[in-house]
């Protein structure tokens, strides 16, 4: 089993002129030497506390909204890091980090070794175009940003954002994994695929 920490955050999400307060969970996956981070949001510096010192691999936005990457330039200055993103969401880059590129690329199938542990990554566009979530088959967990939710999808309405297309990831790509699969979330409650999945007809007629 990896071992597994999470930290939360708060700060501000800011898109389309507005800006609303949340709390963001920031999920650190790897074992006791070495770890990635997935969504360093608002500070940095609760996220380095619970590195403890271990070597932080590499930095791995679920998706390029403010909330989810705000720490992450920070974090990659304090570590060495490498910050890796989705292509299809450097706009939302870039209004964060008009003077930083990412490192590396975010390829759907493409797997993160880190502590023993290997994450698969699965591009789930619908929330934003790059949104992508990290699978670990192997303690049957799935890290799903904003994709996927304890209640229902991500948020859309958005600029950059579509239901259908949302809908269609979960169901493609999400609902296709084993029941058992603990799901942890961009904000809130962990859920499971068997909890959710269920419900997709419902969010299906919500878009008719």
Same mark, same amino acid.
């Given at each position: 089993?990896?071992? @597994?920490?999470?930290?939360?955050?708060?700060?501000?999400?800011?898109?389309?002129?507005?800006?609303?307060?949340?709390?963001?969970?920031?999920?650190?996956?790897?074992?006791?030497?070495?770890?990635?981070?997935?969504?360093?949001?608002?500070?940095?510096?609760?996220?380095?506390?619970? @590195?403890?010192?271990?070597?932080?691999?590499?930095?791995?936005?679920?998706?390029?909204?403010?909330?989810?990457?705000?720490?992450?330039?920070?974090?990659?200055?304090?570590?060495?890091?490498?910050?890796?993103?989705?292509?299809?969401?450097?706009? @939302?880059?870039?209004?964060?980090?008009?003077?930083?590129?990412?490192?590396?690329?975010?390829?759907?199938?493409?797997?993160?070794?880190?502590?023993?542990?290997?994450?698969?990554?699965?591009?789930?566009?619908?929330?934003?175009?790059?949104?992508?979530?990290?699978?670990?088959?192997?303690?049957?967990?799935?890290?799903?940003?904003?994709?996927?939710?304890?209640?229902?999808?991500?948020?859309?309405?958005?600029?950059?954002?579509?239901?259908?297309?949302?809908?269609?990831?979960?169901?493609?790509?999400?609902?296709? @994994?084993?029941?058992?699969?603990?799901?942890?979330?961009?904000?809130?409650?962990?859920?499971?695929?068997?909890?959710?999945?269920?419900?997709?007809?419902?969010?299906?007629?919500?878009?008719?």
């Amino acid at each position: 089993m990896a071992r @597994l920490d999470r930290v939360v955050t708060s700060g501000v999400f800011s898109l389309d002129g507005g800006d609303f307060e949340v709390e963001n969970n920031v999920w650190i996956v790897g074992d006791d030497r070495e770890a990635v981070v997935i969504d360093a949001a608002h500070d940095h510096r609760p996220i380095l506390d619970a @590195l403890g010192g271990r070597t932080l691999e590499a930095i791995v936005c679920t998706h390029g909204h403010n909330d989810h990457i705000n720490a992450a330039a920070d974090l990659a200055e304090e570590t060495g890091a490498p910050v890796w993103l989705h292509p299809d969401d450097s706009m @939302l880059w870039e209004v964060v980090y008009p003077d930083r590129r990412v490192d590396d690329s975010l390829a759907d199938g493409a797997t993160i070794e880190v502590g023993g542990a290997r994450l698969s990554v699965i591009h789930t566009p619908g929330h934003s175009p790059g949104g992508c979530c990290l699978h670990l088959p192997e303690d049957g967990l799935l890290f799903s940003g904003d994709t996927l939710f304890n209640g229902g999808p991500g948020a859309t309405g958005r600029s950059f954002s579509s239901y259908d297309t949302i809908l269609d990831s979960i169901e493609n790509r999400l609902f296709t @994994l084993p029941e058992s699969t603990t799901v942890h979330t961009g904000h809130g409650d962990s859920t499971s695929i068997g909890a959710e999945a269920p419900s997709l007809a419902e969010w299906r007629a919500a878009s008719s």
